[in-house]
């Protein structure tokens, strides 16, 4: 009972700072738009006239659906470690024998609130600038696995920026080079089947491609460059092995962490 009422506290803490005090979902919803508004506008100008615009906007909204899972997973999870040791709290947390993960169990909640609705306020603006998105459930096992598969990466994922940040003090060059170049070099913003041989071979070689593959598909807006079911086993092999990987190095340094100290926490 006390581990669900601090998994509460810190939900409610994160819910009231975050999103309401700070202004934080409206800020987020405006920041969001124009981004998007950026992104939409060359598919707009340049969109090839032979292509239905729902089409393009179905395109386009798996990509921002991806794209910002990647981006809770950097600045939400792997960027809170960071502000926990930067503020203390990381050492508070250890010392009262309780487990970092009850953080972010009550983290989690809200991470998944502000992408629900940056979800819904993209398929508004590619509704109204594109048209509606042509994407429907066309295989929802496929659905089931890609959606379970992606959870398993962006926590692999996190951890590992999370080790990283408890390593050397600091992850930002890190997190600026993967959040920004890993969604389009591993098939994030663009189907695989539209890259380029070389980045192809690229993608494939990370866990990242394979269940963003599985939801394009399962949305109807592409096919796999591999065969599906082939994708689907090294997809789910692919991203248990990661988990196992990430975690494991989370906890190496975690027990270096007991015995060397917090190192000085910088923003870069």
């Known amino acids: 009972m006390g581990r669900l009422e601090a998994v509460k ?11 309401i005090r700070s202004h934080g979902l409206v800020i987020g919803i405006l920041s969001l738009s124009v981004w998007l508004s950026l992104f939409i506008a060359p598919l ?10 729902g089409h393009i906007s179905g395109l386009a909204l798996t990509a921002v659906v991806i794209f910002i899972a990647y981006s809770v997973a950097t600045w939400d999870w792997a960027w809170e470690l960071r502000w926990l040791m930067f503020h203390g709290v990381l050492e508070h947390v250890i010392v009262s024998g309780s487990s970092i993960f009850l953080l972010y169990a009550g983290v989690i909640p809200v991470s998944l609130l502000w992408y629900s609705v940056s979800v819904g306020a993209s398929a508004l603006l590619l509704t109204a600038f594109l048209g509606p998105p042509a994407i429907s459930v ?3 096992v496929t659905l089931l696995i890609a959606v379970l598969t992606m959870v398993v990466v962006l926590f692999a994922y996190a951890m590992l920026l999370g080790a990283t940040t408890i390593g050397v003090g600091s992850a930002g060059p890190v997190l600026e080079l993967v959040g920004f ?9 663009v189907p695989l089947s539209y890259m380029p041989k070389a980045l192809q071979t690229l993608a494939l070689a990370t866990p990242f491609s394979y269940p963003a593959e599985l939801i394009r598909y399962s949305l109807g807006v592409s096919n796999t460059v591999l ?13 248990l092995i990661f988990l ?12 270096r962490l007991l015995k060397e100290g917090i190192r000085t926490v910088s923003m870069w």
């Open 227 to 239: 065969p599906l079911w082939e994708t689907e086993v090294i997809g789910v092999t692919y991203s």
């Open 9 to 19: 506290q810190v939900f409610l803490a994160y819910l009231k700072a975050e999103l």
């Open 44 to 53: 707009l100008l340049f969109r090839p006239p032979g292509v239905p615009p």
């Open 244 to 255: 196992l990987v990430a975690y494991a190095l989370f906890r190496v340094q975690l027990r």
């Open 138 to 140: 066309a295989d929802p």
């Open 181 to 189: 170049i890993l969604p389009i070099a591993t098939g994030g913003l």
